[in-house]
């Protein structure tokens, strides 16, 4: 689709985002830092006061969620491709828990047949 505007990576605009490694790593830990403090800012307002707190009862199931959906240790890391076998990059901070989720990542990368349905395609897209 070509190129990507920063604001419209998390917007489901595109399946796949390509980019360097240096330019992805910069992307990857702002977003990080961005949903690390939007979150602590999060509980810091949800503590306040004795009102708050009981409206982040009612919330706390919604809230845990959406917490998760932006913790890089529920996802494991990254696939990187172009190469013969699952590698998955992991967070260099990563926790037993986001080692956990990195295998279990390479685990259905395996199951799924990524790999040889990449290679296929790029064959059929080669033979034209």
């Given at each position: 689709m070509g190129n990507v505007e920063s604001r419209d990576v998390f917007q489901d605009v595109c399946d796949v985002l390509v980019c360097d490694g240096f330019s992805g790593n910069i992307l990857l830990k702002t977003s990080e830092g961005v949903a690390k403090t939007f979150i602590d800012r999060l509980k810091q307002e949800f503590t306040r006061t004795w009102w708050s707190k009981l409206a982040a009862a009612v919330l706390k199931p919604g809230l845990k969620r959406f917490a998760r959906e932006f913790d890089y240790k529920e996802h494991g890391g990254a696939p990187l491709l172009g190469l013969s076998g699952p590698i998955i990059k992991a967070h260099g901070s990563s926790d037993a828990?986001?080692?956990?989720?990195?295998?279990?990542q390479a685990r259905l990368f395996v199951e799924r047949g990524v790999i040889p349905q990449i290679t296929e395609d790029l064959h059929r897209i080669e033979r034209g």
């Open positions: 828990r986001a080692v956990y989720h990195a295998v279990r």
